[in-house]
């Protein structure tokens, strides 16, 4: 399920938004991932400001289509591997496109990756959040634990 967007503007012209109202229905990072791949894509890979916003507006469109859209975070394909370094200053420098994409773009909220044990990447959609440091919990990036359900 999902809504496919397409576009001629970017290296991957075609997104696919998929967002679970019932909270039931919604996934870890891995299985997001393998849905993805199931589906012939890849979570998402954001390789530029241009690109972010693409996808805000998406998320934007989405929220004002009348389908009631609450807070939920959504799973992008940034993570970490190597548990070992999670703790030293280079924590941010280990995180990787699960696409293999070396694009150097990071979007990250205030005072993020926090890292410990959190290694997956969520982009922040919690409209009814009241703002952080880092202004509204809309659209910046949130490293979270893998097994939480985006």
């Known amino acids: 399920s999902g809504q496919k ?3 001629g503007a970017f290296k991957r012209s075609c997104y696919k938004l998929a967002y679970f109202q ?3 229905r919604r996934v870890g990072f891995q299985e997001a991932r393998q849905a993805c791949e199931m589906d012939g894509g890849a979570l998402l890979s954001l390789e530029s400001e ?3 916003q ?3 507006n998406m998320l934007q469109n989405l ?3 009348g389908s009631g859209i609450s807070d939920g975070d959504f799973w992008i394909g940034l993570w970490r591997s190597g ?3 999670a703790t030293s200053g280079a924590c941010p420098d280990l995180y990787q496109w699960a696409d293999g994409s070396i694009s150097p773009f990071r ?3 205030t005072d993020e990756p926090s890292c410990g044990s959190e290694a997956c990447v969520v982009m922040y959609h919690q409209p009814t959040a009241n703002p952080g ?3 509204p919990y809309l659209y910046q990036w949130n490293d979270d634990r893998c097994n939480m359900k985006h």
């Open 5 to 7: 967007v397409c576009y």
């Open 22 to 24: 019932d909270l039931s």
């Open 50 to 52: 241009a690109e972010q």
């Open 54 to 56: 693409l996808i805000e």
């Open 63 to 65: 929220t004002k289509s």
């Open 83 to 85: 548990d070992g370094l």
């Open 107 to 109: 979007n990250w909220y």
């Open 133 to 135: 440091l880092g202004g």
